[in-house]
């Protein structure tokens, strides 16, 4: 792995090169996934999370306590409210640049959850994970490392917990223990950017039972480490931008996600840090996807490109000033606007916590994320409807470049006469590629099952809704005694 | 007037005695509003405005630069971001104790937005509103005074604008000039709390143009000063409290809202704090409702209530565990919490105005009180569905106590069978009093048309949704250049 | 009870007079309901549906098989897909006469599903309930009755079936059989129009276990049957008409629920059409909920009064053709007549059972019956947002009256000077009638709740909805085998 | 052109083969559509409309006035309202057996509103477009083709009349008139099934006004005729069927729609139905577009097929039983259900027209194709929430088949342990396949875009809501006179 600290965009590519990862893409091993045209646009989205560094600064980056240091806001650990509100600024802003998932949050998510969490396991048990654990941020910190965090199990048959799945490695468990560390065994679903990231953190996925401690593991592996293999996810139209970059809508950048085969991979001791405390893991759980939760305030940055994109077709097809293309344009902001909205005032709401570093509040997180999964769909629909139907039945850029055709293709595409026929051609198919194209698998998908489906939601507005007091109110009102 | 400070809710009621204001009430002047029953309830909620001083100090006061002195937080202006926030948890607070409309934002929004729009005026006019503002705080601060703003006008035919009216009353107006004031005629609509406050500050209620000079006036007068009437509102099932509390579902609180006309009334020079500057009426407009629209967190705090009351109404049915009730008790924690997060958004990302005090998001304030104008009616139907039909069969209170028919009643209307049927009648009779009551004119129709119907946060919304830069990002990541 | 033969809304009202029911209402003994204030409106209601067999006759009345001459539609069982269809225009007609429920289609659909079931019972069986029922409509069609429905339970507590309750009336049942009859205990809540009725026909609410029995009774009762008392239920708003006709919205026309008490009444042999058949009250519980689901085509009638009076308000206002506006009446119509249009899918796809009758499609009428639960609240949101904030903040009529103020009020309500100041008054009081007052719970809460409350046409869907079928159909496609 | 009559689908494919059409895909000339592999699913579907005419006779045919044999539906024009509810109840069996768009409503919906039409218009010309259209009827039906109608034009600038376009090609218009016919130049977008048809029937897109008579052109021309051009359109993941046939979820069956560019073909004047008649315009499109509004209840074929789906995904991850999963079964069944209905209302009210056919009811059209402009997306949505995040992070088939890997991947992609996990493969295909894929072009965006936009649902809605009849109906229950 790149010993020297990453420094720019191009040192983050660079560093991906040459790791002999086992990755494979549709049914084939792929030599360097760097140069692999399918899986650059993730790179480079995950990318932009370095240029910002120095682009804006103040948004990026964070004084690590530990360098002394500016550091990547993605590996830094809230020790105020205003760094998890800053997280949200730094999503909203990466979102609009890229239109697709940079992949980063996760990480950042797992190193805020775990610190506070460890702190209070070692409290209990005596544990020495929380120092462990500031050692590796440390490292991270000094090499500005991309950190991938792995929690969503495989997970089998969903009627049964860990412990009674027909197959044991439906959930990833500890297969052998030595007296330097650990050998894991399982598979993670859905890893985000797990490829383009330089560790991967893997944590258990629910509550666990006292029975089932194998399950209860937090650690950290480098993404080379001996036993893991990677199988990446189809993407609708993700072969698309082999074609063209035009036809893509979006070429540069995309998400990706990956499953994550661990074949008895091994942790060291230092890198440990749970192990076996299952009464942390519901803990460990709540308090990542709260942080993860409210970190689809992302989905705001993407929902402004599609806003702006849903007006450019507008503006280009002539009637961006109908009274009913202006009102949902407005509907399409008002929607996009309650995401960040409910994502910032859990961030703003943040608690401290006994560890010293700061969690965002619960509830609001859950509601935000619970917000994401209905208006995501709402706004792509709204899209849809201002991009007109040609949105689906556009002939390709290769028939726009072709001789014969393509003179008449550009003059009956071609709608205001003083648009360019192709900007047209590329706005349609760039909002193609949010609302049922590549990047549609991040935008809307994942808005539903990333950091958790809808019902997961609901469980934990449940559990945090307090109507013990809500009953009191209504009693005193109503005269109940 | 009275004189000396206002230090409990008990010297509050005593200062609305004994006015001699000209109130209007389904045909009768009424002798003494504090004594009429039907108006007393709006007068307690007011009330709890003052309680809180020494009940929650923290919350609902603040330390005044003027007085030195803890004042109440409805008569601040807010200096930091933190002030804004705290005035949405004040009003969630509030609307939890009362379930209905408090009265008592209007006034505070409107001093938060007089204080920079003055001061703006002065800089550019070198007039001497903003000094005159300061000092009308203060004595209002002295005495503790509830202020009522008053902007909406009756507006005769909406499609005319003021200067174009037939009747030019239709807007308050400069009836009469002299060297020691201005005398104005007019009527404003829908004055929430008038009757309960001690001072009306009036505002102009739109974008005035340059030939509208008359109408663009702001300034204060005493609630009982010459040449103005109230006339009160009805409201649904305004007359219930007069045949028993518990027929009433909330006996104790509920809003107000008057006609309050202008005869030629009278206002002295120092009490005038925008004299026919057409040109800063939008600004006026604009930041006086950004404040006031996401000022409906309030209703957070009334559905708090309603949550509360429906969860009752299923546990006393048996059913609170059925996954069906669960889960509308989460969407409607859902949605109510939307309200709450957006508004508190809009506080948090408060911005510096030139005077030196903070304004809210004026983009996110609009986003909240749109959401406020949807989200109240489902949770209403959630409400509803969860009381069951009985909400709108039941017998009175009066058949339940009657010797014959009393018995039968109590028999055949027990559910659960450890829950006294009293009980339920009053948790039933509660939801009514919030979906279709009393109160319900607050929680619904206030929240659809108060601070501007929804199509008033269209306008802004539009205005501020920026799309030439959203735009932007949608041109660079299609290619376009 | 009256013998002649009703011929006109006159009769009907005259057959109600005089009949010495017990009928409570808030904690008085009724003497004469007929000239009660707050009854009349409910009467009205109900008398409607005799004029419409003289103005409309093709619409209002069927050919009957039993009498050979025609008959109120509401009595007639209907033995073609186009009488279904028929029932649904005319309930769709009298909402929009009336604006409230007119309280006689549970009789009607209560006839329909006995009558086939009571045949399907009788060839299991061999018993004589389906010959009887036919001699009890004969002789009521002879009459012309108003035939109220009896089914909904007051349950007790709902997490337990009748034979569990503490207190066996929770559910009504035999209390005692003799060889020519059988005596009844127990409640019916929510009685649509019971008082406005002469025969009463009692039914089981639910699915009943074997042992269970005693509860499985269907059978005919005249409203002043011995043992019988009636509560009459609390409406929002239902003394305002006592203040003046204008204040009510609609004075004429309301709705009429009770609860009704039956202590040991008696049915005699002849006319009881199910006595202990537990097996089959599913079957009747199903049908009859089918019907009546449907029959909730008549909110699309009010709906249509509600439209027309906040397209009314808008155009009083100045501003009916906004685009808002307009694109409001639109989604408000478009709303509106998926309720109509569902509903009457339902009963077009009306099948042949093995009695001869018609039933409607049970699937498509819960889909109906479901989207009112929805409509009617959004329906009502848009007619207050078209209405403006003045529906809850409005004067009283008596103050527009008044010597002093009347005049004042009169000029600063006027919107557009050529429309009187009252019909505007009017038009907003018809909008609170249906949004907030009386006819608010026909509208909105019994659409939520009559005919089974949301979830339990949700249990109907599913059990219709035949996912194995579907199922197939994506195995195919799939390519699974 | 084929001269034998068409008799089944093997014949229609036939028939397909060696017109020498000028096709264009992806820049290449298509030598054969018939083989080429991104066009054939498209055949295929449109294949099955044939095949149903042994296997469903009863549905799939009707007796033809003009040949005295059953015709395929589609070629019949209905008579009354029956005909036209089995043309509906047809659509949905084909939605469901091909969870497509199977192409052939257009030409059925074109033919059916012309007949009435130019019925009309010889009444008042003398013209003889009628006895023109019912000869080529009975030739159509002789031979069985199928007939494309088409109507949309590329339209241009959109703020611009076709009149006022600086390219006057951008609405399809009469270039030359000779003795014989006229000849034509323009281009249709959006052409369903275009490639599939043997005729197509071209007809203006608007109301044209009295100067735009050379627009105001309705005729026939076969498919192969000289100076057409076709560009067949892209579509999502519209090159994932020559991947494999599970990565495509439904390989089998796609829509199809091509831009058709007209280069002066020529129409003969046997085969003009209408010539300049440019008052007929409107009456035309409303029409049609009545018809072709209702004729989307294919959608709730296609439904369908999405729920099984779900309910398969749900029941191999072993949570079919889970409460919200039901839910949201029955939810997803309800929405879908009132796409049908209110469809099938629309055609069930049908009335006459002059000419002896039938029309459906044109609001109730509107209220339905406005629906599944709604529906089908939260469909999708609620699908995707079944299916689980796995739809859009799943390795490829050609993974699962790897030697290495595809052990592996069996292993941790299975679920329960007694579905073969290519089983879960396969149904998480075709819901990617109807919610994002090549089928979501049909089942989404058609769906808002296909015979016409919301907004022009909106406008015909608006001029057939009847606003003065409900009006009426609220100014008599206000009491205004």
């Known amino acids: 792995m790149q010993k020297a600290r990453i420094k720019s965009s191009e040192d983050y590519i660079q560093s991906l090169r040459g790791r002999n990862l086992k990755v494979y893409l549709m049914g084939q091993l792929v030599e360097e996934p760097v140069d692999h045209p399918m899986m650059r646009p993730s790179i480079n989205a995950m990318a932009l999370t370095y240029e910002l560094e120095t682009e804006k600064p103040e948004l990026a980056t964070a004084l690590s306590p530990y360098t002394g240091e500016p550091v990547n806001r993605f590996l830094h650990v809230a020790m105020q409210a205003e760094d998890v509100v800053q997280q949200n600024q730094l999503q909203r802003c990466l979102g609009q640049l890229t239109g697709t998932c940079f992949q980063r949050c996760v990480g950042m998510d797992a190193l805020n959850s775990l610190y506070s969490v460890t702190y209070e396991i070692d409290q209990k048990y005596g544990t020495p994970y929380h120092t462990r654990l500031k050692g590796f941020i440390r490292e991270i910190q000094l090499h500005n490392y991309v950190i991938g965090g792995a929690m969503t199990d495989v997970k089998g048959d969903r009627s049964q917990p860990p412990s009674a799945q027909a197959d044991p490695d439906m959930y990833l468990h500890i297969s052998k223990r030595t007296p330097d560390g650990v050998y894991i065994r399982g598979a993670k679903a859905h890893q985000t950017g797990a490829i383009n990231s330089h560790w991967l953190v893997v944590m258990p996925t629910l509550r666990l039972q006292p029975n089932e401690a194998d399950f209860a593991i937090v650690g950290a592996l480098p993404v080379d480490a001996a036993g893991i293999t990677y199988v990446v996810g189809r993407q609708s139209c993700d072969t698309r931008g082999l074609e063209s970059e035009m036809e893509a809508g979006n070429a540069r950048f995309s998400g990706q996600e990956a499953l994550v085969i661990f074949e008895d991979a091994f942790i ?94 619960q509830l609001l997180a859950n509601v935000c994320k619970q917000q994401v999964t209905r208006v995501t769909y709402e706004m792509a629909r709204l899209a849809q409807d201002l991009a007109g139907g040609l949105l689906v039945t556009m002939p390709s850029q290769a028939d726009h470049q072709q001789q014969q055709i393509g003179p008449l293709v550009d003059k009956y595409l071609r709608a205001r006469q003083d ?34 489906s809808p019902q997961a939601q609901r469980i934990q507005i449940q559990r945090q809704m307090d109507l013990g007091a809500k009953k009191s109110l209504a009693k005193n009102l109503s005269g109940i005694r």
Chains 1, 2, 3, 4 share one sequence.
């Open 268 to 361: 060291p001791n230092e890198l440990i840090f749970m192990n076996g405390e299952t009464d942390f893991t519901a803990m460990l759980v709540e308090r990542f996807t709260a942080f993860h939760r409210r970190s689809y305030v992302c989905k705001a940055g993407v929902g402004d490109v599609l806003i702006g994109a849903a007006a450019l077709a507008a503006e280009y097809h002539g009637v961006e000033n109908s009274s009913h293309i202006r009102d949902k344009l407005v509907e399409m902001t008002y929607l996009n606007e309650t995401i960040y909205a409910t994502g910032m005032a859990s961030s703003y709401q943040s608690h401290l916590t006994a560890s010293g570093a700061y969690l965002c509040d």
């Open 419 to 452: 648009v360019p026929t192709e900007n047209r051609m590329r706005i349609l198919r760039l909002i193609e590629n949010l609302t049922l194209g590549r990047n549609a698998v991040g935008y809307l998908t994942e808005s539903l099952h990333g950091a958790g």
